[in-house]
């Protein structure tokens, strides 16, 4: 297992991830231009986000966390993993029949518990009906997240990142088809969120099938694997826990000022296209090969896949920062300021992209650093970590919140985040010499860095030599994607030159590997 395919798994997941995220886009674009920021778009933001909130615990968040290192392992040993994965499937959708069936009937609490701002208006029921509608969503995504956990520890990446492109999709044509029909758009939505889920779940499961992996039906039974699987989950279950308990607090905060939620939902969706293409690339990619590498007693090999996918991670994450800190206004203006989307909802979005945009690296490298202790089937300190980092996240929001309303909420996580990054990499000091940066890393670091900070310089000078275009709504789109290209252009030029990466190592990992 050379390194290279390490990155080779990256770029693959990472090309599909960027359509997906940009769908997304399009998505988004589409929500803003329809709904704006009133009661409808805020009451989905919050119906949508409650499966999604689930599915971390669920889906690619806390049982894959789990399942995936045991699966790989088996596979590497040859040992029944079709038999383990069929008792984890089957086993996974009764608890989530289960749970689906008592959380819509429980949905008025669950709203109270994500935005109680809600409570006594329109917005309230809106979200209710809504989230009724959408709730099953986990259901099918959880049981989807499942089987590309066997797809990814097989090596096969693409099927895995193409079929997320279907909920932006599914949801596009929801609200085309309800503009020209005149049907509920809100209830549309919240039904493409579930159609999504279906599709998602058929696509994944036929490519299974062709892996040669059947997982006939049986009736769930606590097998002793089983057993071990939830030990080794239950401690990342309650570290997703923690995780989502920060995003109550946000969505709490933001709940409590008119169209909040919509503005950090959008800024939101905004640095998750840079975090989805990096961060999510290397999670898929670095905990199966760990796995493995583990398995085989492989240290070297493992330091190895560990030190590429954080300078892979960092090569793009930094200057994916620095970018949406300096022009998080144009972007914003470009992306959403149309419809019913106006220029205060725009303002206030922008300052939260800003925020969001200090704590990118930082989001990224909990994939990279998480991966390390997963691996050791170790969850526990995850979780630890994890709870220190909600109290964190927790005093500064509401501490904050009198003071500069709601943006305390974006700048609670981006702090947050960095306190548990902290913590990983602290905690990672005892896993030995598999888990420390190698001198080619150390090298390359502070490069990557000043290639980012100068291309931030050129975008700022940039922003402002070109302010009225940007303002102009003909040309405006245009005008932001030269500028990014430049920035582009100064960035890998500049990153070249000083050694921070070579054109041959680009050359090679981008060529096909067999």
Excluded at 42 to 51: N, Y
Excluded at 195 to 208: E, H, I, K, N, P
Aim: glycine share 8%; proline share 4%.
């Amino acid at each position: 297992m050379k390194p290279v395919r390490i990155i080779k798994g990256f770029l693959t997941v990472g090309f599909w991830t960027l359509i997906s995220r940009f769908a997304g886009l399009v998505r988004d674009i589409f929500l803003a231009k329809y709904l704006g920021d009133g009661p409808v778009a805020q009451a989905f933001v919050i119906a949508q986000s409650l499966p999604n909130m689930f599915r971390r615990f669920f889906a690619e968040g806390a049982f894959n966390f789990a399942f995936i290192p045991m699966f790989a392992k088996k596979v590497e040993a040859g040992e029944n993993a079709e038999a383990f994965a069929r008792d984890a499937f089957w086993g996974m959708a009764a608890l989530l029949t289960v749970f689906s069936v008592l959380a819509i009937l429980g949905m008025p609490l669950l709203v109270i518990m994500m935005a109680s701002g809600f409570v006594g208006d329109e917005r309230f029921d809106l979200a209710v009906t809504l989230g009724q509608i959408a709730f099953p969503y986990i259901l099918f995504i959880s049981l989807t997240a499942l089987l590309s956990g066997m797809l990814n520890a097989a090596g096969r990446f693409v099927i895995t990142s193409v079929v997320t492109i279907l909920l932006s999709a599914t949801m596009i044509v929801g609200m085309i088809l309800a503009n020209r029909m005149g049907w509920d758009i809100g209830r549309t939505l919240a039904w493409s969120v579930t159609l999504s889920g279906v599709l998602q779940l058929l696509v994944t499961w036929v490519a299974v099938r062709h892996l040669g992996y059947r997982l006939p039906f049986r009736w769930p039974v606590l097998t002793p694997e089983l057993k071990r699987l939830a030990i080794i989950a239950a401690p990342a279950v309650l570290a997703g826990g923690v995780v989502q308990i920060n995003l109550i607090v946000g969505r709490q905060v933001a709940s409590l000022t008119e169209g909040a939620v919509v503005w950090l939902y959008n800024a939101d969706r905004i640095y998750q296209l840079p975090l989805g293409v990096v961060g999510i690339a290397i999670g898929i990619v670095l905990l199966p090969d760990l796995s493995r590498r583990l398995r085989a007693g492989d240290a070297e090999g493992s330091r190895a896949s560990f030190n590429r996918g954080t300078e892979f991670a960092l090569l793009l994450t930094i200057p994916a920062a620095v970018a949406l800190v300096v022009i998080a206004y144009p972007i914003i203006s470009v992306l959403f300021q149309r419809g019913a989307y106006g220029a205060e909802a725009t303002d206030n979005t922008a300052i939260a992209l800003a925020a969001y945009g200090m704590g990118l690296p930082a989001f990224v490298l909990h994939k990279v650093l998480q991966p390390l202790y997963y691996a050791r089937e170790d969850t526990r300190s995850p979780f630890r970590f994890a709870v220190w980092s909600m109290v964190v996240n927790a005093v500064l929001a509401l501490g904050l919140m009198p003071l500069i309303g709601f943006m305390a909420a974006a700048i609670a996580t981006s702090v947050s985040a960095w306190v548990m990054v902290w913590q990983l990499w602290r905690g990672s000091r005892a896993m030995g010499d598999a888990a420390r940066f190698d001198d080619r890393f150390r090298y390359r670091l502070p490069r990557i860095i000043i290639a980012a900070l100068l291309m931030g310089l050129v975008l700022w000078g940039l922003s402002h030599l070109l302010a009225g275009p940007l303002n102009s709504r003909g040309i405006r789109a245009v005008v932001l994607l030269g500028m990014i290209l430049t920035a582009m252009a100064v960035y890998f030029g500049t990153v070249m030159a000083i050694g921070g990466m070579s054109w041959v190592e680009l050359r090679s990992a981008l060529r096909r590997q067999r």
